[in-house]
């Protein structure tokens, strides 16, 4: 409870991380809710209503508030669908990620010498793509869809938690109660999973909350360059690339599905930004 | 030192083997990569013999030896979309990315230094606020959508600017006003916090004891000192700048290997995939190759580790 109040303090102390807090806890409620609170079906099409500009704009209809899309479909109904698409893609991937990250991370850590190199050239490897030209390669080979994406950032953002956990658990891995458990009898795979990687949590939680946004990036890129989700799924991306054709006449289209990107990783970055001063202010989470 | 390059020279050798290992394979994984390497309504009898003329159906440890002897001479076979070899097609679509990621890149500099240093030293102040915010906001705009306002800006209210293409410095404008704000804010925020870390030593506390002035003083022995953190991802940098031209150049029609990539994998013209992939990742292991042996040059700590 005590504790529970100290993370309050400190957030509220900060004034960007409560920021970054509460538009989270919007953005999840509202992708949580969303089949209850569309005004509209998203997929419902009204060509007599098309293209309406926003209702506080000229020509603007009271009942759409945001105005509606080139087939008459409701802005803000799709806007809303679309931040569920967009939260599931970021958590699954962020899932990937971690895991492999973590698995590998601790594998290189802990056996050091010959599994550290192998692991390590694989991360100089992968490094060495642009993570949007390794996504669309992946895309392009293998087709687009939820699973591929979800892999698409598994394999970009597992190097990002590998380096972090490496690190920790070599400095964790000669410390006396490792040493302890060792000279019990302790076998690898229970030191390593029982006794070292809990100490891992706090950054881990750090790196993954700044994933989250990166992958919300990822997809809405994959989306925008039409190798995301398939065509019927309101995504963000995707209603900003078909934005492009109508950009004289509804300009509306062009700027909300991009202001909701922008707003959710602002708001991810700034909370992730303040939990990692809490939980861990060394941490390296620049690159 | 010349230990510390030649170590990691062999490094990037076997990086760069593993590039051309995941592209091949992963072309390879996909099934049949015959398949990729002509058009969808190309007939069965054509794909059987290119397979048996080729060499396809030799063992794939061979084929890739063949394909690494093939691309260490600059040789990914012809691309059936332009019908030219593969690496001259990308080669000549080089020039025009350089020339927009360089541009870009030294917009970033020019905006990211004096920012990054002012707001470190005027710590706390309006100043700093303002920074801070704006680099925070530099992360998280997406480049896509800030290509599509300037656009809707300067193209479609103001009528300044030409949309899309390329051929004068007008063309150029745009783009580059889309790829630098997100590296300029990274660079803006890691050289704030390295100022702020080398503000903070004793040794410049001695240097202002002894009455050296403030301008002297923070370009002559703070900002010098907090270069090297910022050094070693600039690398990076130029990376992430040549990934985010690829939508840059497919948002402006820019004529560069960006948006050549793309088309050839809609075209499945995968040869010229291949040696855009591998010529990219190339270019980078070396920027990080020089970047490390800067860093080693400036820094001789980092030689023995």
Redesign the interface.
């Known amino acids: 409870m005590e504790k529970c109040k100290d993370i309050f303090r400190s957030l509220v102390r900060s004034k960007t991380g409560l920021i970054g807090f509460i538009i989270i806890v919007t953005f999840l409620l509202v992708a949580l809710t969303s089949s209850v609170i569309t005004p509209y079906d998203p997929f419902e099409m009204v060509l007599r209503d098309k293209l309406l500009p926003p209702a506080w704009a000229a020509g603007g209809a009271s009942r759409h508030l945001l105005g509606t899309d080139q087939l008459g479909r409701d802005l803000l109904s799709r806007l809303i669908y679309g931040s569920r698409v967009s939260l599931g893609v970021a958590l699954a991937g962020t899932l990937a990620a971690a895991t492999v990250g973590i698995l590998l991370g601790a594998l290189a850590g802990y056996y050091g010498k010959m599994v550290d190199t192998v692991i390590g050239r694989i991360m100089d490897i992968q490094l060495s793509f642009p993570f949007i030209l390794l996504a669309i390669f992946i895309v392009a080979l293998f087709g687009s869809g939820l699973r591929n994406i979800t892999l698409v950032a598994a394999i970009s953002g597992w190097v990002r938690f590998a380096r972090v956990v490496r690190g920790e658990i070599m400095s964790i891995k000669e410390s006396e109660y490792v040493e302890a458990i060792r000279s019990l009898g302790g076998k690898d795979f229970r030191i390593i999973f029982q006794h070292i990687l809990p100490n891992v949590v706090s950054p881990v939680i750090v790196i993954a909350t700044l994933e989250l946004a990166k992958v919300v990036l990822m997809e809405a890129s994959l989306s925008f360059l039409g190798m995301g989700l398939p065509v019927d799924i309101p995504t963000w991306g995707r209603m900003l690339s078909d934005s492009r054709d109508f950009m004289q006449t509804a300009p509306h289209l062009t700027v909300f599905p991009g202001l909701m990107i922008c707003l959710v990783v602002l708001g991810v970055n700034m909370f992730g930004d303040w939990l990692r001063d809490y939980l861990d202010p060394k941490l390296d989470t620049n690159q | 030192m010349s230990r510390y390059i030649v170590k990691r020279m062999l490094?990037s050798v076997?990086?760069l083997l593993?590039?051309t290992a995941?592209v091949f394979f992963?072309?390879n994984?996909?099934g049949d990569p015959v398949t990729?390497m002509f058009p969808i309504d190309t007939p069965i009898e054509v794909l059987e013999e290119y397979r048996a003329t080729s060499g396809m159906n030799d063992p794939k440890l061979i084929q890739y030896g063949r394909f690494l002897w093939g691309a260490l001479h600059g040789d990914f076979g012809t691309s059936h979309y332009y019908n030219q070899p593969a690496m001259q097609v990308v080669l000549e679509r080089l020039p025009a990315t350089f020339l927009l990621a360089f541009t870009a890149f030294l917009l970033a500099l020019v905006i990211a230094i004096p920012t990054g240093i002012l707001s470190a030293v005027k710590r706390n102040s309006v100043l700093d606020s303002i920074v801070r915010f704006f680099s925070?906001?530099g992360?998280?705009?997406?480049i896509?959508?800030l290509g599509?306002?300037l656009?809707?800006l300067f193209s479609?209210k103001l009528k300044w600017l030409p949309t899309i293409g390329s051929g004068t410095w007008k063309h150029l404008i745009m783009p580059t006003l889309t790829l630098a704000p997100g590296t300029a804010a990274?660079i803006t925020?890691?050289l704030r916090s390295g100022m702020l870390d080398v503000l903070g030593q004793d040794y410049i506390m001695v240097a202002r004891a002894k009455g050296i002035h403030n301008g002297p003083l923070i370009l002559k022995h703070a900002f010098k000192n907090s270069l090297s953190s910022v050094l070693t991802?600039l690398g990076?940098q130029l990376?992430?700048l040549?990934?985010?031209s690829?939508?840059t150049e497919?948002?402006f029609a820019w004529p560069g290997v960006g948006q050549l990539?793309?088309n050839s994998?809609l075209n499945r013209d995968f040869m010229v995939?291949e040696a855009g992939?591998c010529l990219?990742?190339?270019f980078?292991?070396f920027v990080?190759l020089a970047v490390d042996i800067l860093y080693a040059v400036i820094n001789p700590r980092v030689r023995f580790e």
Request: with cysteine; aromatic share 10%; hydrophobic share 70%.
């Open positions: 490094q076997i990086v593993g590039v995941v992963a072309l994984l996909t990729f925070m906001l992360q998280c705009v997406p896509f959508w599509l306002l656009m809707l479609v990274s925020r890691l991802v990076l990376a992430s040549m990934g985010g690829l939508i497919n948002i990539m793309y994998i995939v992939v990219i990742a190339s980078f292991v990080n």
